[in-house]
């Protein structure tokens, strides 16, 4: 059990004494119950509204978003809206992403509160692949995915990259496959053989696939089932 004034402290990040003030105001709700005192001793797993949005005192917290262009993966830019701004969700600024795309990439973003979690969804050593959609400025010239599949060096790097697979869709449309995450790598893999991507969209990462129902700029939760794909197998 714990005071219905420290869970909201907790969870909405605000003040006891503002805790007092929105309680008074009847904006709080414990099992459809409007409740004026913070002293009131709640279970842990109560159903607790605040405006009308259910909050949730711990546990890590799990999201698939269609991420839609023109936004970036940071919780503050001064140029650009953050995919941040899209969710409605109290603490949104505990959340961090796993897996970052750039402002102009579109597709399967997560976003969580369990760093372990997402450490294994980004670190190579899992070995997370990643399939993107990629548009092209000009046609695939034969022997790219020949190329791809060898591994190839990009410009400031060491080493080549992991082999990658290339199925080509039509002249200008490929879908990728990459194992690991080097800075821009699809767009500087391809500029590497001459080309240029002029639209680029993650479809997958690892076995987890982006929800076709999902509008660009949604999200939903992910399901006990998805979370676990990026777990250690029991």
Not at 10 to 27: F, H, I, S, W
Not at 136 to 165: C, H, M, N, S, Y
Request: glycine content about 8%; some cysteine.
């Amino acid at each position: 059990m714990i005071r219905l004034d420290k869970f909201l402290c907790e969870t909405v990040g605000v003040t006891r004494k503002q805790a007092a003030k929105v309680l008074k105001e009847e904006r709080v709700t414990v099992d459809g119950e409007v409740i004026k005192n913070g002293a009131v001793k709640i279970a842990e797993d109560a159903d607790v509204e605040f405006d009308g949005m259910l909050l949730r005192l711990s546990g890590p917290r799990y999201y698939m978003m269609n991420k839609p262009e023109g936004y970036v993966c940071s919780h503050d830019d001064p140029y650009n809206p953050t995919v941040f701004i899209l969710l409605d969700e109290i603490g949104a600024e505990k959340l961090h992403i796993a897996g970052r795309l750039d402002c102009d990439t579109t597709g399967l973003l997560l976003l969580t509160d369990d760093g372990q979690w997402s450490h294994r969804v980004t670190s190579p050593k899992h070995k997370c692949d990643k399939v993107y959609r990629v548009w092209l400025d000009d046609a695939v010239e034969e022997g790219v995915a020949v190329t791809f599949a060898e591994g190839i060096k990009l410009r400031g790097e060491k080493t080549e990259t992991l082999p990658a697979q290339m199925e080509q869709i039509d002249e200008k449309e490929v879908l990728l496959t990459i194992h690991e995450g080097k800075y821009h790598q699809v767009k500087r893999m391809f500029a590497a053989v001459g080309n240029k991507v002029v639209g680029l969209h993650r479809e997958s990462i690892g076995d987890l696939i982006l929800d076709e129902e999902l509008e660009p700029g949604e999200y939903r939760e992910l399901t006990e089932e998805e979370i676990a794909l990026f777990l250690p197998k029991q």
